[in-house]
């Protein structure tokens, strides 16, 4: 079982359930050889904390002492480790040695024999230099392995492999076949290879493709993947789960893991790390010790590391920083900045999952900010939804501080004193009209007045967009006093009074719920709430009725079920809608929130932090709440809470 509990696009923390007890993903299972103990399991998870582990099936069964006792008393007992336990199958082996003897559906019966929480298939190692074809038959085989293995199971979770090589197209068709079959986890495999050559780009494309076909409410875990530089894209990209041997392997040729890199211990200046070995050593110390000593002192600052970075993406996660980390990261090795910049490409498929806010602000950390995918949303919402005033004038300005409306209040009301105008920021998001000017991402971004030449020129290219369909018939940029004479010289007649607090609701409703949303307006007695202390926006009551709360956040709607109602009559279905069964509408009703096992269908255009409309079979408004997953979530969870249910009907 695999429940969402947090998450920022397709980066998640989620629990994973075993028969040995519940881990919060992401999550680092460092791999134990029992043949070869460096660090101790009891150790591990004593000292280090470690949840999980993963071991090797296929060398417990080739050693005729850990067979016996594993077959004899399990896994667990072998290892001295009461929590999960996952096993590999020998694959690896057979792509490092090639002499894998092993049936494949026999390794998943061993696997459950000796009481592994989750047994992995023995896929085929998929090299990234395997032709086409080759990497074609070895998904074929994968396929019929995975398919022979599943009846094995018995109360084993399995693991089924997506392979495919460096192929898209191939990785995605693994992907999709794959998770047909009733698997519990997906190791993406065959990375190692590009791992290990830091060919990090591909890492990513191979990730994103394995992505597309995958069911999304598997944990998905990359296999061979224990250096902490690649741990933030990997969760960025929706990876949940990494085994590593790499901490041991490291240390043996004394080599200290950093989240930025890797040293040589000769190398160092200082160790420059406060977990609890460095506190403790030198560089001299360890480098006098005898060589066993010293690898595993190594071995548990690289185990100590690994495990930060994976705390690090779990805080960024629920900060909503994942990006940032990421671009942050991204400057520790040129493979990872490249791995960054191919990132843009995909931008369309992550914009499926990008939340709808988040509460921290959006940082720029660089010219691959300006392709993250809430640059996207900012520009097609705009572009597809927002709906002009009714001016025949728009005055531009320059990307200042913000709120814009404060920062150019005076402008403002020098202009709207002598002609009717609309006003707009040219934004790092793309043009923002003032009365958006709270709205996510625009107040909550902190962009630097030195951008790079490249966004530059992608925000003239937007702005070059805006200007061909404005609609205005007289556009100018704001350029002082000049400007004011220059329009009262253009413009004839005197200004309408406009509420400018309507023109904000009206847009952010457009903004936020679709095209004509802001219609449930016309005709109606409109009163707003405002906070006293800021003088923002607070309640929107419409003919007497609460219908929204303006957030200060981002300044978007919480939905109150009489602005439920009124969505639900503009609105045309299934904008906005997740439609569930009957009986849990009538639960939801009550003020229960929705889980996902219940939807029967949603508005494909619904993510993540959204405020949805939840409807019963007959397209009832049964209540109204905040969605935690997209369509394509809602359908595949079977576990978890799909809405939030904020206000009800009964
Ligand atoms: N360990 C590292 N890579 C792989 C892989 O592709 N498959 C399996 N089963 N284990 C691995
Ligand atoms: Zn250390």
Redesign the pocket.
């Known amino acids: 079982m695999f429940e969402l509990k947090e998450r920022d696009g397709l980066a998640r923390i989620c629990e994973l359930t075993t028969p040995h007890g519940k881990v919060t993903t992401p999550v680092l299972l460092p791999v134990v050889n029992p043949n070869f103990l460096t660090i101790s399991p009891k150790e591990m998870k004593e000292r280090f904390g470690v949840k999980m582990l993963i071991t090797n099936s296929y060398i417990i069964r080739g050693t005729e002492a850990l067979k016996e006792k594993a077959t004899s008393s399990g896994v667990h007992e072998l290892l001295g480790f009461d929590g999960p336990v996952m096993t590999?199958?020998?694959?690896?082996q057979d792509?490092v040695y090639g002499d894998v003897k092993v049936d494949p559906k026999e390794i998943v019966q061993f696997q459950t024999a000796i009481g592994s929480d989750i047994g992995?298939?023995?896929?085929v190692?998929?090299e990234p230099d395997f032709t086409r074809e080759k990497a074609d038959r070895a998904v074929d085989e994968t396929l019929r392995r995975a398919k022979e293995s599943v009846p094995e199971k018995g109360k084993m979770m399995l693991?089924g492999?997506v392979?495919g090589g460096v192929y898209p197209d191939i990785r995605e068709r693994c992907a999709r076949d794959i998770s047909a079959l009733d698997f519990d986890v997906h190791?993406?495999?065959?990375?190692?290879p590009l791992l290990e050559n830091y060919r990090y780009s591909d890492l990513a494309e191979v990730i994103v493709a394995s992505k597309k076909g995958l069911n999304p409410s598997r944990p998905v875990h990359l296999?061979?993947a224990g250096h902490p530089m690649v741990f933030p894209l990997a969760v960025l990209l929706g990876c949940d789960m990494f085994?590593s041997a790499s901490y041991a392997k490291y240390a043996r040729q004394d080599r200290l893991m950093y989240s930025t890199g890797t040293r040589f211990l000769k190398d160092l200046h200082d160790l420059a790390c406060h977990c609890p070995m460095c506190s403790r050593n030198t560089i001299e110390g360890l480098l006098q010790m005898p060589h066993d000593q010293r690898t595993r002192l190594i071995a548990e600052h690289n185990l100590h590391v690994c495990l930060r970075e994976i705390k690090t993406v779990k805080n960024a996660i629920h900060e909503g920083s994942i990006w940032e980390l990421v671009e942050m990261r991204a400057r520790a090795h040129p493979a990872l900045l490249e791995a960054l910049k191919t990132l843009e490409k995909h931008k369309k498929y992550f914009e499926r999952f990008e939340p709808a806010s988040r509460r921290g602000a959006f940082f720029y950390c660089g010219s691959e900010s300006y392709e993250r995918p809430t640059v996207l949303r900012y520009q097609e919402r705009y572009f597809s939804r927002y709906r002009k005033p009714d001016t025949r004038v728009l005055v531009g300005f320059e990307e200042a501080q913000k709120p814009y409306s404060k920062h150019y209040s005076k402008e403002i009301a020098a202009v709207s004193d002598k002609v009717d105008a609309s006003f707009m920021v040219a934004s790092f998001f793309g043009p923002a009209p003032i009365e958006l000017d709270e709205y996510y991402p625009i107040a909550q971004s902190v962009i630097p007045a030195a951008m790079d030449p490249e966004v530059r020129r992608k925000m003239n290219a937007v702005m070059e967009r805006h200007a061909h369909q404005h609609g205005y018939p007289l556009a100018v940029m704001w350029e002082g006093e000049e400007t004011l004479r220059f329009l009262k010289e253009m413009v004839s007649g005197s200004p309408k009074k406009r509420d400018q607090d309507v023109l904000r609701v009206c847009a952010v409703l457009d903004m936020q719920f679709g095209k004509g949303a802001g219609d449930v307006l016309n005709g109606k007695r409109i009163d707003l709430v405002k906070s006293e202390r800021t003088g923002k926006i607070r309640n929107v009551i419409i003919d007497g009725m609460h219908a929204f709360s303006m957030r200060a956040g981002d300044g978007r709607f919480t939905l109150k079920l009489q602005g439920g109602r009124l969505l639900l009559e503009v609105l045309k279905p299934p904008k906005m809608r997740v439609e569930i069964d009957d009986e849990p509408a009538e639960f939801a009703a009550k003020g229960n929130n929705v889980f996902a096992k219940f939807v029967r269908e949603c508005d494909p255009d619904i993510r993540p932090g959204d405020d949805v409309l939840v409807v019963n079979s007959r397209g009832e408004l049964a209540a109204v709440g905040r969605a935690l997953m997209n369509r394509e979530e809602m359908l595949a969870f079977k576990r978890g809470v799909a809405v939030r249910v904020k206000d009800s009907s009964d």
């Open positions: 590999d199958s020998g694959t690896f792509h992995t298939i023995l896929d190692f998929s693991a492999t392979q190791p993406i495999g065959g990375v190692v296999f061979g085994d």
